[in-house]
């Protein structure tokens, strides 16, 4: 069973920083691109970072770019998302992510649609 656990939110002030911790189990990890996500109260759900199936590669949404950095720890089974300088418009529910298949051998997104098993996500509150 393909199991998905965020960990890491919680309250922090502006210019603080977080690290959410996502442990996965069910699939081999090593073989999946691995995205983050995030829900504000009203708004889409969109990416905001993913590591790439083939070479590990990050890429990140441009409103977090410098700010967030995503890592893959095959020894433990974990992607990582380090938040630094929060803005209170990070505040959200965040989610962890498996790339689906592709018929075009696309080996990254950040598209809520191309994303197969999710997690139950962990809530990030930034206050000014």
């Known amino acids: 069973e393909v199991r998905l656990v965020e960990s890491g939110g919680g309250l922090v002030q502006a210019g603080g920083s977080l690290r959410l911790s996502c442990a996965c189990s069910g699939f081999i990890f090593d073989e999946y691109a691995l995205g983050w996500f995030r829900q504000a109260p009203g708004m889409e759900r969109e990416g905001i970072s993913c590591i790439s199936s083939s070479d590990r590669a990050a890429y990140y949404r441009d409103s977090v770019k410098g700010r967030f950095t995503t890592s893959a720890d095959s020894a433990n089974n974990t992607v990582y998302l380090q938040m630094n300088n929060l803005k209170p418009e990070d505040t959200a529910v965040y989610y962890c992510?498996?790339?689906?298949?592709?018929?075009?051998?696309?080996?990254?997104?950040?598209?809520?649609?191309?994303?197969?098993?999710w997690g139950q996500g962990t809530r990030v509150t930034v206050s000014s």
């Open positions: 992510a498996i790339l689906g298949p592709s018929d075009t051998g696309m080996d990254w997104s950040l598209a809520v649609v191309d994303f197969d098993y």
